[in-house]
């Protein structure tokens, strides 16, 4: 009895890490069932469809050759259990007569393969799906608009730590957001945008 007395208290006075033990026993301020995340970005939204040219029913043309958006975006979201994010996001695009709101929702997943694989990965990564909504407008005379779009979005982040709150991330994601011409077409496109790609860097914040 008294043997097993003393194994008990030795085991009890030793440091646990706590990093090894079921996420059901780690201690309550290392595993937080909800998280709130507020981020920003800034970055390229690009795509060959961005280029419109169109001959209209009264024979006048419809032309922009631009193909690359300047892009702000701000996002708020939670994240559960350090892996399921759900975030909602708001941006502003602009190039030098061009100029486009979007917002979307999107669910992600995230992991951490830096515990598992050490150094030479990033330490985050977010893997998310989700669906996307905006307005597009040409700053040109008698140009004409464009209605609502509403399309889909697919990307990943890859995230560094650089504090406990903070991490930096870069991110790209695959976007299909169409935009269609309000006036009728003769010949030439009769949509703006489709298939796009948008690259970004940001700062994540959690608490």
Do not use: C
Request: zero cysteines; aromatic letters at 12%; proline letters at 3%.
């Amino acid at each position: 009895m008294a043997i097993w007395m003393a194994v008990m208290l030795a085991a009890a006075g030793l440091p646990q890490d706590d990093d090894k033990l079921p996420r059901t026993l780690q201690a309550e301020e290392t595993v937080k069932p909800v998280e709130a995340i507020f981020g920003v970005r800034a970055g390229i939204w690009t795509g060959r469809g961005f280029d419109f040219q169109a001959i209209r029913t009264d024979s006048t043309q419809a032309t922009t050759d631009q193909q690359a958006f300047f892009s702000a975006q701000a996002l708020v979201g939670a994240q559960f259990y350090e892996h399921v994010a759900v975030l909602v996001s708001y941006e502003a695009d602009l190039a030098s007569k061009v100029s486009a709101h979007v917002g979307g929702a999107a669910v992600g997943w995230r992991e951490r393969p830096k515990e598992r694989y050490g150094k030479g990965v990033p330490d985050e990564v977010l893997v998310y799906a989700g669906v996307v909504t905006g307005r597009i407008s040409v700053d040109s005379p008698d140009f004409g608009g464009f209605k609502r779009g509403l399309g889909y979005n697919i990307g990943a982040s890859f995230g560094w730590v650089l504090s406990r709150h903070l991490n930096i991330e870069l991110s790209g994601e695959y976007r299909y957001l169409k935009f269609d011409y309000r006036r009728e077409v003769l010949s030439g496109d009769t949509s703006i945008g489709g298939n796009t790609a948008w690259f970004g860097v940001g700062l994540d914040l959690r608490f």
